[in-house]
């Protein structure tokens, strides 16, 4: 199984600032999600844009996606396209997935094109096991529609996780939390 951190995005609400390099507990953001995948997967990877800045992780691969469009499913599709095989997919600003979880996720994929967490009755396609049979539908699916609405059209098994595990860091109050719970003020 190949784990990939999906850092495509470019953190406007953090200011612009490169989201997986943000230190975090003197770590940068990704190394959180980035530890959770290495404990549960063979390989893992970036997937960001090629401008995109990303911390050096040991071990961790980058796989530069299409310049356009921005959004998740690009960066989704490019991961699949690459691994020629199923991904484990995290986002690279969750700093609070667990291998647990991952390990969770993987055992609910079976046979389904994909298998997602669900988290208070949320589906988190940011969180989610994706096999190839899933390309067809993820390549046809609106690259301005909403990620949630493209995996639900794969019917994905779901797998129930904590709330609280599948926060994204996406905002200056989300970051000062983040820092709280997982690190020390700098």
Not at 129 to 138: D, G, M, S, T
Not at 169 to 176: G, H, K, M, Q, S
Request: aromatic share 2%; proline share 11%.
């Amino acid at each position: 199984m190949i784990g990939v951190l999906l850092a495509g995005g470019i953190g406007r609400r953090l200011g612009g600032r490169p989201k997986a390099s943000i230190e975090v507990g003197g770590r940068p953001l990704a190394a959180y999600p980035a530890a959770a995948l290495v404990a549960v997967c063979d390989r893992v990877a970036f997937v960001a844009k090629a401008e995109s800045e990303l911390p050096s992780l040991p071990g961790i691969e980058r796989w530069d996606e299409p310049a356009e469009p921005r959004h998740p499913l690009t960066g989704l599709v490019h991961a699949l396209e690459r691994a020629a095989g199923p991904v484990l997919i995290c986002a690279a600003d969750m700093p609070y997935v667990t291998p647990d979880a991952c390990a969770s996720v993987l055992a609910g994929a079976g046979t389904a094109p994909a298998a997602v967490a669900v988290a208070g009755g949320i589906v988190q396609p940011l969180l989610g096991v994706y096999a190839p049979a899933a390309l067809p539908a993820l390549r046809a699916a609106p690259s301005n529609g909403r990620l949630t609405d493209a995996v639900e059209s794969l019917r994905p098994a779901r797998v129930a996780v904590p709330p609280s595990i599948v926060r994204s860091v996406n905002t200056l109050e989300d970051l000062a939390e983040a820092e709280s719970e997982l690190g020390r003020p700098h």
